[in-house]
């Protein structure tokens, strides 16, 4: 199946993520419907972001995927669905986990069933590395045992779950799309590299993390959005997962001090109780193996880390901090 030309939903198209393959879509040729979170300030998110160009060619519905009447609407005529929408901060999915399962798992049910009654050609669900929990093995292939070590794990595990069974009940042609750790920019300072550069960006010389020793597989997040449109062409990764990851792993604490080399090499790293993690709850380990996704579409992500970081702090450069909170732990 081809892109070019098809009447494409995509949700969440307002977030980091979502953004990017937003573009990526249009460069397609993709007739865009772009689903963004419904506020009061008709704020489209980093949508807003984009050349003007690239906004005019936007179908923007403002919407609440947890309301099944408003992503039936949504779904009408259309051919593909890529459902990226969902709560993903893992510290505020402690204390608030109701709102996680009513986004994350009935969010993704209403996309399912709308997407079923209205007969699309494809839905990619999108999952994430968290699923696997603490590496039992590595590098992490799509069998590894699903581990719920936060709410918001379990809650993606319960809508990967979910995706599953409509395939194997209805015959629903969905693929699992399970990104590792994308960065680059437009990522809020939820995620630790947006964490670590808006502090030094600051003129901070004392920096606030949480866990040094966790080790994380980095996506840049063109390559995952480049992927997501492989996985979405390619008509044999229906009813399957799929990895996207680099195979590669890098510990919080050297890349902190990989990005601290970049901009400020005399800082230096502290460690903020607040920012620690249960210890039960922390995934210290996440290295994926992404053989399926090469095998399935033929792509491998190719951006190299120290290339990526350094885009992205490029772009943190250009565009400035307005609206990153340094001096505030975000959830």
Sequence with gaps: MKLKGKKVLLTGACGFIGSHLVERLLDEGCDLRAFVYYNS????????????????????FMGDIRDPNGVRTAMKGIDVVFHLAALIGIPYSYHSPDSYVDTNIKGTLNVLQAARDEGVE???VTSTSEVYGT????????????????PYSATKIGADHMAESFYRSFDMPVTIVRPFNTYGPRQSARAVIPTIITQLLDGKDEIKLGALSPKRDMVYVKDTA??????????????????????????????ANNIIELINPSATITT???RLRPDKS?????????TKLTELTGYKTDKVLSE????????????GLKGYKTYIYNV
């Design 122 to 124: 494809k839905i990619l």
């Design 282 to 290: 922390e995934v210290m380990r996440l290295m994926g193996d992404s």
């Design 135 to 150: 590496a039992i093995y590595a590098p992490i292939d799509e069998k590894h045992p699903k581990q719920g070590q936060s």
């Design 41 to 60: 300030f008709g704020s489209y998110g980093w949508l807003e972001d984009l050349p003007a160009d690239k906004q005019k060619n936007i179908d923007i």
């Design 226 to 255: 480049e992927a997501f449109c492989k996985i979405a062409e390619c008509d044999k990764a229906i009813g399957e997962e799929i990895n996207i990851a680099t195979g590669e792993e890098v510990s919080i604490g050297d890349l």
């Design 308 to 319: 990526g970081l350094k885009e992205t702090i490029d772009w943190f450069r250009k565009r």
């Design 272 to 274: 903020d109780e607040d």
